[in-house]
């Protein structure tokens, strides 16, 4: 089911950061001192050095509709930034206590770590918007920079052959070199993996692979003039009020 879905999820990103030295909780419940019921959960808990990722892990299906879109947004997305709230004024409020209570490898306060509260899905839908302040991404983004496998995405197999120094110059950092805190925070804000694929779209023909989103008329133009204005409308507090 999604339960176990996002589990496996939440697991192989886990993984990933562990991999980078990063020091990782997963499907952690924050618990005030003294209290028996949690305030919320984290799904990924990543420290290193003094950048702290707190990620929330949301599962969805490709949409087939825009409704399936807004519903996304409404829902598992919305309960994200629930989640992230609650999470971020629970540490702001009991950090040295989350330490002493799972023996971190940190000394630092509150105020001194660079925070990045993430929130991921399976979908590339509302990528890099900030919902209620708070940073969306796909997995498939966060991946690539954990992966640092961008360069297999537009591979050229003649030209990695002819010229040996092609993949070190199409990496985000070096081959082998362990991913910082303040290299991954650069890399998603800076919207690099897109950054990087964008000029190799654009090389290519379009015409010739999407040959519908050339035609003014074209069923494939006026389903994308649809989903701008079903972003305009959601903007604007509209779509709720649909019948």
């Known amino acids: 089911g999604a339960q176990e879905r996002r589990e496996r999820s939440t697991a192989r990103l886990a993984e990933k950061f562990t991999r980078h030295g990063f020091t990782v909780l997963v499907d952690q419940d924050l618990i005030r001192p003294?209290?028996?019921?949690?305030?919320?959960?984290?799904?990924?808990?990543?420290?290193?050095?003094?950048?702290?990722?707190?990620?929330?892990v949301k599962m969805t299906f490709p949409s087939i509709t825009l409704r399936d879109a807004h519903d996304h947004r409404r829902t598992a997305l919305e309960k994200a930034i629930e989640q992230t709230e609650k999470s971020m004024h629970f540490f702001s409020d009991h950090w040295s206590y989350f330490c002493e209570q799972h023996t971190l490898p940190t000394d630092l306060d509150w105020e001194s770590l660079e925070m990045m509260p993430l929130i991921v899905s399976t979908s590339l839908e509302w990528d890099h918007q900030l919902l209620s302040g708070y940073l969306k991404i796909s997995q498939f983004?966060?991946?690539?920079?954990l992966e640092n496998d961008a360069c297999f995405l537009h591979w050229d197999p003649i030209q990695a052959i002819e010229t040996p120094s092609w993949k070190q110059s199409h990496l985000f950092?070096?081959?082998?070199?362990?991913?910082?805190?303040?290299?991954?925070?650069?890399?998603?804000?800076?919207?690099?993996l897109w950054a990087y694929l964008e000029p190799a779209v654009?090389?290519?023909?379009?015409?010739?692979?999407?040959?519908?989103?050339?035609?003014?008329?074209?069923?494939?133009?006026?389903?994308?003039?649809?989903?701008?204005?079903?972003?305009?409308?959601?903007?604007?507090?509209?779509?709720?009020?649909?019948?």
Do not use: M
Request: aromatic letters at 14%.
């Open 202 to 243: 654009e090389a290519k023909p379009l015409e010739n692979y999407l040959w519908g989103f050339c035609e003014a008329q074209s069923a494939a133009a006026e389903a994308q003039e649809y989903f701008i204005r079903g972003n305009q409308r959601y903007d604007a507090g509209e779509y709720g009020k649909a019948a």
């Open 34 to 56: 003294g209290a028996e019921k949690k305030v919320t959960d984290v799904d990924i808990f990543a420290l290193k050095g003094n950048y702290l990722f707190l990620i929330q």
């Open 173 to 192: 950092y070096p081959e082998g070199e362990e991913l910082s805190g303040s290299k991954l925070k650069t890399l998603i804000e800076g919207n690099a």
């Open 141 to 145: 983004e966060l991946e690539r920079y």
